[in-house]
């Protein structure tokens, strides 16, 4: 690993920034622990996400209409209830709780430019995909909301722990600006310290053809794809690959917006189809690295036993056939969930009862279109037959499916839309939860070619480019297409609804038959 920077520390510390969904802890920093504790690399971890959003919920505020003072009194309790099972028996109870905190935390910027929610920040005058706003997010941590809380938590950690080197994972936009205003504030407060970034987003960036480091002088390494080798190159030791096990044990004792623990459980890095037009995983030639399935049973049953989850989220891009079979032979104990592709052993009515045996709540689907021509155009690999096999199976054996549709992909025109339409419809009866999507165009990757594009931002650090559809079936068209038809529809309708706000697949299990 040609890392440059070395540092000779006897302590680290990790750091989870704000916001993303705070329901579990995040599985990127659990498993740099885990390497840094085999490696015999004293650690701390802050979750600054979890920790800053309970204490943005519950900061007094004053609330100038009724319906924000009766979300402020509630906020403890809205909290409580939300880490109490009894909530997921009632959805509208679940639902109000959600929309009390959200409305709590959209009115913490007193100027009203930024909106925080618990899966979202946005600021008005500052975009996460500009190079220059995530510097000023760095010059002026005060600005951020979470200021109180993080200079007070930063400022302890240094001062008890006294790390020389601070590690951020920064995955999705709606961390960026947050990271860099955390950044700025421990800045401030030790100039000294050495500061190295990753995580999915820094990767994607870094992977950007023509990637020039924007930071320079603000942080002291970049690091892109898996942490694990480069930080212990940063500190000087030999990676030994491949032993590793996650570090859950700072993160037990924190208060997740969850009925109980979810273990977060990443079994492969990358993905084993790899085919899939304008994936990332594809454009950014993320090599498929699997961990074998005896080992994963093995660390997730360790894993349970020490750490007593009530749901195991198998975090791959695809749990893959082999690892399914290994679950369906040695069931691990927990209700577990994950992504899967269609394949014809799910159409298998026996292994979808055995899969449930082994305690398969809920299976995520990334089935995309119902139209065939289309997801060959995606080179989905699916085969829309077997699609209505599994999903029928599925049915049958209690397990939750999670359908994920995209409109809009450059194949489709709205024929096609009407013909995912019609399968949703014919499938509606096997399908427990749907998320509709309108189809973003990654800026880079030779799919791009063929087509007319124009920038979607104006940042330099931008992902996504608009795009003129050959059809001209645009976001315009299908905004009105998912809101007047798709959603409207009687048998569509009531699994729209049925979709937990905010937390969505994250707390999709809790509301499948039979989980709590
Ligand atoms: S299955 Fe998912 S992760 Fe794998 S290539 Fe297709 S879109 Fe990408």
Redesign the pocket.
Known sequence: MGFALRIKTKKVLLIHPPVVRPCEPPPGIARLSGALKRHGVEYEIIDANLEGLLFLSQRPLEARDTWTRRAVARAARNLEVLMQPVAYRNLDRYKQAIFELNRVLSRQDRSGNIEVSLANYRDRNLSPVKSGDLIRAFESPEKNPFFPYFEKRLHEAMENDRPRLAGFSLNFLSQALCTFAMIGALRRLDPTVSIILGGGLITSWMRRPGWRNPFEGIIDGLVAGEGEAALLSILDKDYAAGSDISDFNRFLPLSYLSPGFILPYSASSG??????AF????AEANPYRPISSPRVVLQVKSLIRSLKPVLVHFTD??VSPALLKALVREPCGVPWYG?V?ITRHLADPDFCNALKRSGCVMLQI?LESGSQKVLDGFC?GIDLKIAHKVLESLNHAGIAAYVYLLFGTPWETEPDAEKTLEFTVRNSDAITFLNLAIFNLPAFGPQTDGLDTMPLDTGDMFLYRRFEHPAGWHRQHIRRFLENKFRRHPAIAPIIRNDPPVFTSNHAPFFAPSLL
């Open positions: 993905c084993y189809w790899r085919r899939c994936c990332p995983e594809r891009n695809a992504f592709r990334g989905k």
